[in-house]
């Protein structure tokens, strides 16, 4: 069985080997082949992967000579030609960013029917495929790679929060503050480090993430946090008036942030007792405060 890799460096198996494909911009055409595999995909759009707007003479014909090259590797009926373009025929099974977000949707539907422990399992199996940024080694396909990158993003976030659900906030501090550094304008990662220091007694580090925050967006984008990061941000600093004589720290917040859905902008639900996500427009539940009872 063929096996067309997208997760990491671009790679083409065989049974369980690898199968060498050739020149970088011969890996670039495979990649956009397999990432559309089973439509037409034009020579423009190999073109725009390959050289961008700036494309030579000799597109054409070079174009025609990697797939040439690629069917005396794969065959000839795996590539058809459908004009204007080709057409690479595969399976779900020999896709491996196929597999990645058939794994996503079946954890997704865990998530959306309350069954966070398998959810969350679920993802970490999805997310374990990956090798690397997606199309790593090659130059080009920049669109591609980073469409496949932000699944991976979208997925990781959906992770965090089924982690958050089952109460490991503390324990994704470390991780969330690394992803928060590499996507610093990225805001549901943000809402989830704030989440996790609140749930964590680390009140002060939460504001000072949202604080840090706003000053990225306002600065580089001249915008304002979402309504929904400032209602958390608003939650968090009212649980931080702790009355004296009490103990800070005995109780924290169980919020959720959102979760998505099939869809990239699809916003889901889920629905737990004692929480509420300031994500989650319509939610009518309150995040419990910071404050512990009163004695």
Known sequence: MWLFRLLGPVRLERDGRE??????????????LAAHANEVVTLDRMAEELW????????????????????????????????????????????????????????????????????AARLRVALARWRGPALAEVRGAAHLASALDEDRVTALEDRVDA????????????ELTNLVAEHPVRERLRGQLMTALASA???????????????????????????????????????????????????????VPWCHGQGRNEVTRLRCSGSRSPWNPGSTMKMRSLNPPAS
């Open 163 to 174: 982690d958050l659900l089952l109460g490991r906030g503390p324990e994704l501090v470390g």
């Open 201 to 255: 007694g680390r009140v002060v580090e939460a504001l000072d993430a949202y604080a840090a925050f706003r000053g990225t967006l306002v600065a580089e984008l001249g915008v304002e946090p979402s309504a929904r990061l400032r209602d958390l941000h608003t939650e968090i600093l009212r649980g931080t008036e702790i009355p004296r004589g009490t103990a800070a720290g005995r109780h924290h917040p169980t919020a």
């Open 52 to 119: 961008g707007h700036v494309r030579p003479a000799s597109a054409t014909p070079q174009l025609h000579g990697i797939i040439w090259r690629l069917r005396r590797v794969l065959g000839r009926d795996r590539i058809e030609t459908a004009r204007p373009g080709y057409v690479l025929r595969a399976s779900t099974a020999e896709l491996e960013h196929q597999a990645f977000r058939y794994d996503v949707a079946c954890a997704r539907g865990m998530l959306a029917r309350g069954d966070v422990p398998s959810g």
């Open 19 to 32: 199968v060498p494909v050739g020149t970088p911009q011969t890996k670039v055409v495979l990649a956009t």
